[in-house]
């Protein structure tokens, strides 16, 4: 199923910008769409962003949109999330994640392989 370690999080001000990274092992890379999404406290894990096969096709959620950009490196089995204007609720747990086809897809229940999250906190 592959192993994904996420970096990048942190606590920053409201308004400023963080980049996450995932790094993806023991898959077939291109082979996956790949995707991320989030849970904060006391709320069911939710949708950020996807990105299909080669990065022709994205996804966000309303949430983001505008403001997140979702990115990969086939040559590198990495995905990224540029994060710009945070706000307080973007503040969650970040998991990076792999579905098991090429094309993009929003349901969580895809997504068979997880990284462990990175903690993204944003003060106001």
């Known amino acids: 199923q592959g192993h994904l370690i996420e970096s990048g999080g942190g606590l920053v001000q409201a308004g400023a910008s963080l980049r996450l990274s995932c790094a993806a092992s023991?898959?077939?890379?291109?082979?996956?769409?790949m995707g991320w999404f989030r849970q904060a406290p006391g709320k069911e894990r939710e949708f950020v962003a996807t990105i299909g096969w080669n990065g022709g096709s994205t996804s966000y959620a309303d949430s983001v949109k505008g403001r997140f950009t979702i990115s990969r490196d086939n040559a590198k089995n990495t995905v990224s999330l540029q994060m710009n204007r945070l706000k307080p609720e973007d503040t969650a747990v970040y998991y990076c994640?792999?579905?098991?086809?090429?094309?993009?897809?929003?349901?969580?229940?895809?997504?068979?392989?997880w990284g462990q999250g990175t903690q993204v906190t944003v003060s106001s």
């Open positions: 994640a792999a579905a098991q086809q090429p094309y993009i897809t929003t349901t969580v229940g895809n997504f068979r392989s």
């Open positions: 023991g898959l077939t890379f291109r082979s996956y769409c």
